[in-house]
């Protein structure tokens, strides 16, 4: 099993990244990426703790928006980047202010919410997230922790919703920016979830085109927020552009009811993508 879409306590996971790796271990898979929001920060530890037999591709989820034209909508997208250079000067630079974008977002969405009466407050969303990058999850926590929703999907569905007056946008990276970027650094770029439409608007087929003339590499078929229709429909726009496919469970730990292994990526599209990277190689551990 390969699965190549994981989030660790770097971000919005629940797992560290040492306890991914062995959680992963544990679930049978043969090959993990760990694929943090914006940043590597998970990286080291979870090399240090890759058990024997599992192989490790280190990766990151880098939030993106679809540039706006005349007539076009702005849709934010993840594009997930694979064996990339960590140090390569640009890309460092736009992961940090990412980070620093979720960090003023989290803090107006909370404030919204205070100023509603709701009992949140921006310390105890920054202590949920730790070291690591802050999202909504980590709202949705508190907000479960404060006992105003039963839970973070709850969370989401009644308050963290793009559609809820609570929502504010952060600044997101161009999507096309991303792709050469990514490639730049030798990295390997993939359209995580380009169909999931639950989460809130998706973006239309000519953007997927455009991306994959930038340089985008896959397309995420197989995730658990995308049904069977729009899986056939994301490898049928594989197929046309000439893009390989992956499935990943997306796993947060405890933030989502997603089991490590639960959608899985073909031997051939792992093979390509570790072909394609000039960044980095994957660790075996
Ligand atoms: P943010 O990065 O702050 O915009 O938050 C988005 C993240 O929240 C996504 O990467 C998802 O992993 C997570 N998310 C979205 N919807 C849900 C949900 N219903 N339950 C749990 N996590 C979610
Ligand atoms: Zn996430
Ligand atoms: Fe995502
Ligand atoms: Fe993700």
């Known amino acids: 099993m390969i699965d190549l879409h994981t989030h660790s306590t770097a971000s919005d996971g629940t797992d560290t990244p040492a306890e991914l790796v062995r959680a992963a271990a544990g679930a049978g898979l043969r090959v993990v990426a760990i694929t943090d929001h914006d940043t590597t920060g998970g990286w080291d530890a979870a090399?240090?703790?890759?058990?024997?037999?599992?192989?490790?591709?280190?990766?990151?989820?880098?939030?993106?928006?679809?540039?706006?034209?005349?007539?076009?909508?702005?849709?934010?997208?993840?594009?997930l980047a694979y064996l990339f250079d960590p140090f390569h000067p640009t890309f460092v630079a736009e992961r940090r202010s990412l980070r620093e974008s979720r960090l003023e977002r989290?803090?107006?969405?909370?404030?919204?919410?205070?100023?509603?009466?709701?009992?949140?407050?921006?310390?105890?969303?920054?202590?949920?997230?730790g070291d690591g990058t802050v999202g909504r999850p980590h709202i949705a926590r508190a907000l479960v922790r404060a006992g105003v929703v039963g839970s973070v999907d709850e969370a989401f569905g009644r308050l963290l919703h793009p559609s809820s007056p609570y929502y504010v946008p952060k600044a997101d990276l161009e999507v096309l920016t991303a792709v050469r970027l990514?490639?730049?650094?030798?990295?390997?770029?993939?359209f995580a979830h380009p169909l999931a439409r639950r989460r809130g608007r998706v973006v239309l087929p000519e953007v997927i085109a455009e991306m994959a003339d930038a340089?985008?590499?896959?397309?995420?078929?197989?995730?658990?927020?995308?049904?069977?229709?729009?899986?056939?429909?994301?490898?049928?726009?594989?197929?046309?552009?000439?893009?390989?496919?992956?499935?990943?469970?997306?796993?947060?730990?405890?933030?989502?009811?997603?089991?490590?292994?639960?959608?899985?990526?073909?031997?051939?599209s792992y093979e390509r993508i570790v072909a394609e990277a000039t960044g980095l190689e994957p660790v075996v551990g």
């Not at 599992?54 to 540039?67: D, F, I, K, P």
């Not at 990514?182 to 993939?190: K, L």
């Open 47 to 79: 090399v240090a703790a890759l058990p024997a037999g599992l192989t490790l591709v280190r990766g990151a989820e880098l939030s993106c928006v679809s540039h706006a034209v005349p007539g076009r909508v702005r849709t934010t997208l993840h594009l």
């Open 106 to 129: 989290g803090q107006q969405i909370v404030e919204r919410m205070e100023a509603d009466g709701l009992p949140v407050d921006w310390p105890a969303v920054r202590e949920l997230a």
């Open 182 to 190: 990514v490639r730049s650094a030798g990295g390997v770029p993939v």
């Open 215 to 268: 340089g985008l590499a896959g397309l995420e078929a197989d995730h658990p927020d995308q049904d069977p229709a729009d899986r056939a429909e994301v490898r049928a726009l594989a197929q046309s552009l000439g893009l390989f496919v992956t499935g990943s469970s997306d796993y947060h730990g405890s933030n989502k009811i997603v089991r490590l292994g639960q959608e899985g990526t073909a031997q051939e």
